[in-house]
């Protein structure tokens, strides 16, 4: 994350936090809220960067520096983070104990130090607790920030004793250039930020080999539903279900399919800019040639509605079954 992206992400908290930092007026507290993925740990990680970095360019961290690197690999000694450990619902009073003591010293390599607790709903009321005496007696130097997904599972006295912060859900583009920025392919980006506004899951879905392999099938798949000499369904049963061997994957399968047929109904509306598989054009005009608009949305209705039979946990290979051969039926 740097401030570039985070603006472009997050106006107001960007702004917000870069009017304190260039008067040097940072609240001692953050509250950073907001659904997942939209950004509010690497903004926790990126303040703290721009307060440690050794290099910094007009106010906005070098990310290359030891510091700055440190900070993002989790191994700065005046940077620490807390949130509940592995496969635990809950961030113990032991963790914010030990937190606590941490407070008590000065920054070990600086006079700063920055505390970072992440998903600050799953502390015990008694962790809770422990960090409201500190937010309520600052240390010099000493600033904490806590992000959650849930703020009101968070006690009142420790929301309103920090500045809160809302994160907005962000809109496809945005995830879309998070991602190309992170070093996905366009084409990946594009359709995992279709799928989900979630940047974290857009980016787990970016890195699983499978989803690269998923969209390929579906190319496949749409390939064979436009030409009758190309039979569907042993294409189905041999290569294509396979890939989709549960409901949860399948129905990321039929909304890669809907979005295929989606593309057909912007480039029949001339909205060229709207379409996700930018990069087949050429095979999607081709098709268009062939098909109306009502028969483009029959498509669209039938994949939705097979989509609703997973939903209701109807085996996936016979809801397949059902759509291929219904879809093949339109042309
Ligand atoms: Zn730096």
Redesign the pocket.
């Known amino acids: 994350m740097n401030w570039e992206t985070l603006t472009g992400q997050q106006k107001i908290v960007s702004r917000v936090l870069r009017h304190a930092l260039e008067r040097q007026e940072l609240a001692h507290a953050y509250l950073f809220e907001g659904s997942r993925g939209t950004g509010k740990r690497q903004t926790a990680l990126l303040l703290a ?1 721009t307060l ?5 360019e007009n106010g906005a ?5 030891r ?3 440190r900070i993002a690999s989790g191994n700065h000694p005046d940077v620490i983070r807390i949130a509940p450990e592995e496969g635990a619902a809950t961030i113990k009073k032991e963790q914010i104990a030990y937190l606590m003591k941490e407070f008590t010293f000065h920054g070990v390599e600086s006079a700063k130090k920055i505390f970072i607790i992440e998903e600050a709903e799953k502390m015990t009321t008694q962790a809770e607790n422990s960090l409201l005496k500190f937010i309520e007696e600052p240390h010099e130097g000493t600033l904490a920030l806590l992000t959650t997904d849930h703020i009101h599972q968070l006690l009142d006295t420790i929301i309103s004793r920090c500045q809160v912060l809302t994160f907005l859900p962000l809109t496809d583009r945005a995830v879309e250039s998070a991602l190309e920025e992170a070093g996905q392919p366009h084409q990946l980006a594009r359709l995992a930020a279709e799928l989900t506004h979630d940047e974290s899951e857009a980016a787990a879905l970016c890195a699983d080999p499978w989803f690269a392999g998923a969209r390929a099938q579906v190319l496949q798949l749409v390939l064979k539903l436009s030409n009758s000499a190309e039979p569907a369904l042993p294409f189905i049963y041999e290569k294509f279900s396979p890939d989709f061997d549960s409901n949860q994957r399948m129905i990321i399968g039929l909304d890669l399919l809907l979005f295929w047929y989606k593309d057909l109904m912007s480039l029949q509306l001339d909205r060229t800019g709207a379409v996700i598989y930018d990069d087949q054009t050429d095979v999607l005009r081709n098709q268009l040639i062939r098909l109306s608009r009502d028969q483009i949305l029959q498509s669209m209705e039938l994949i939705m509605s097979a989509r609703k039979q997973l939903d209701a946990h109807v085996n996936g290979l016979s809801v397949l079954e059902w759509l291929v051969i219904r879809l093949g039926g339109i042309r």
């Open positions: 960067q440690l970095c050794e290099a910094p961290p070098c990310q290359q520096c510091n700055c690197r």
